[in-house]
């Protein structure tokens, strides 16, 4: 298994522009997660779906982000505008039930 | 307000020694615990947990203890290993035993030195 792909792993872009991060959980895993992770706030968990439905976005931080799972093998997260303050490293997950399995992240950096 | 705080950023103890690394928590409602090692450039990894109805949990060179009337839980390591130098993040689950919604510590970055 390939494990939970996340892309990009890198992601530039300017201020304003609209930035849209992938992730591909783990075939059969029910639940997924996207998380943000900074220095001064640590791993925050932003969303997460049960069975392609979000259950929890109680976490998603202004109305400009946003995040879709239109099946069970790919979900979203779109940030419009995108802010400096936005720059972090995003991190989806994926689970069956019990252990989360982590993607390698997307670090976005907005200028 | 962080309900899951790792209060030391870093460690740093000689190999073959004990790294203990702590985690305290606000939450009377959580009732699962975890810990996650990250390594730079990929995502955390599942290394251990811990039930509430539990005071202990070992695995390997890996034990978790919970002492929940301090609403504390520490991991130790013994012996530690430079391959074990990494971020430890702290999470804590109220969602009855199954961790789909995790609230994490910011992390301690453990330095094993050879």
């Known amino acids: 298994d390939a494990g939970v792909i996340q892309s990009p792993r890198h992601e530039v872009t300017e201020m304003g522009q609209e930035v849209t991060l992938r992730c591909k959980p783990i075939?059969?895993?029910?639940?997924l997660f996207w998380y943000r992770q900074t220095m001064m706030r640590g791993l925050e968990l932003l969303i997460y779906?049960?069975?392609?439905?979000?259950?929890?976005d109680s976490g998603m931080p202004e109305d400009r982000f946003s995040a879709k799972m239109p099946n069970a093998s790919f979900s979203t997260l779109k940030i419009q505008p995108s802010e400096p303050r936005d720059s972090a490293v995003y991190f989806c997950?994926?689970?069956?039930?019990?252990?989360?399995?982590f993607g390698p992240g997307t670090r976005l950096t907005v200028l | 307000d962080q309900q899951v705080k790792q209060n030391s950023p870093s460690l740093s103890v000689q190999e073959g020694r004990i790294s203990i690394l702590n985690c305290d928590y606000t939450?009377?409602?959580?009732?699962?615990f975890l810990w996650y090692k990250k390594y730079p450039a990929e995502g955390p990894t599942f290394l251990i947990s811990?039930?509430?109805?539990?005071d202990k949990n070992e695995d390997g060179r890996f034990t978790v203890f919970l002492n929940k009337s301090a609403k504390h839980l520490s991991l130790h390591i013994v012996p530690s290993q430079p391959g074990d130098s990494a971020v430890y993040f702290c999470?804590?689950?109220?969602?009855?035993?199954?961790?789909?919604?995790?609230?994490f510590g910011k992390g301690t970055l453990l330095t094993v030195n050879p």
């Open positions: 997950a994926s689970s069956p039930l019990d252990e989360q399995f």
């Open positions: 811990i039930s509430s109805i539990k």
């Open positions: 999470a804590a689950s109220d969602s009855g035993g199954s961790n789909y919604k995790l609230t």
């Open positions: 779906f049960n069975n392609n439905v979000p259950i929890d």
């Open positions: 939450n009377s409602m959580f009732d699962y």
């Open positions: 075939s059969g895993h029910d639940y």
